[in-house]
């Protein structure tokens, strides 16, 4: 799970939560709180969460306010572009993804100002044949 908050002075607590989490969890699960990096190309004006699971990347960001079609989503693999606008406010965010995806393999739904991208996790490296 990523979290966007900034300057959190609660820093060791998460750290600790999230290796109690895991301890308990074994295997089944990986929790990870990401920290936003505050010189990343971001405007900070959405909330959103990534989740690592299995073999696919969630992000699930909040858009109140926007319809369905004033959304524009674009991703390199890397880094995913939310830029929306509503009756009262423009969004833009770059999220820079904690995996490589494969963009093309994205679904997006979106539902109560509540978006949410799913893409599928690829390796970081291909293979070579020697001949």
Do not use: W
């Not at 998460?14 to 990343?40: K, Q």
């Not at 073999?55 to 079609?69: F, N, T, W």
């Amino acid at each position: 799970m990523r979290r966007d908050d900034r300057d959190d002075p609660f820093d060791d607590f998460f750290r600790e939560l999230e290796r109690m989490m895991n301890d308990m969890m074994s295997d089944e699960f990986d929790m990870r709180v990401e920290r936003h990096d505050p010189n990343e190309a971001s405007t900070g004006d959405i909330h959103f969460d990534v989740y690592e699971e299995n073999e696919q990347l969630r992000v699930v960001a909040d858009l109140p306010g926007v319809s369905k079609d004033a959304i524009d989503l674009k991703c390199d693999g890397e880094q995913l572009t939310i830029d929306a606008a509503g009756d009262q406010r423009e969004y833009h965010e770059r999220i820079q993804l904690p995996a490589r995806v494969d963009e093309h393999s994205a679904d997006a739904s979106y539902n109560n100002g509540i978006l949410e991208v799913t893409f599928e996790t690829v390796e970081d490296s291909a293979n070579i044949n020697l001949s």
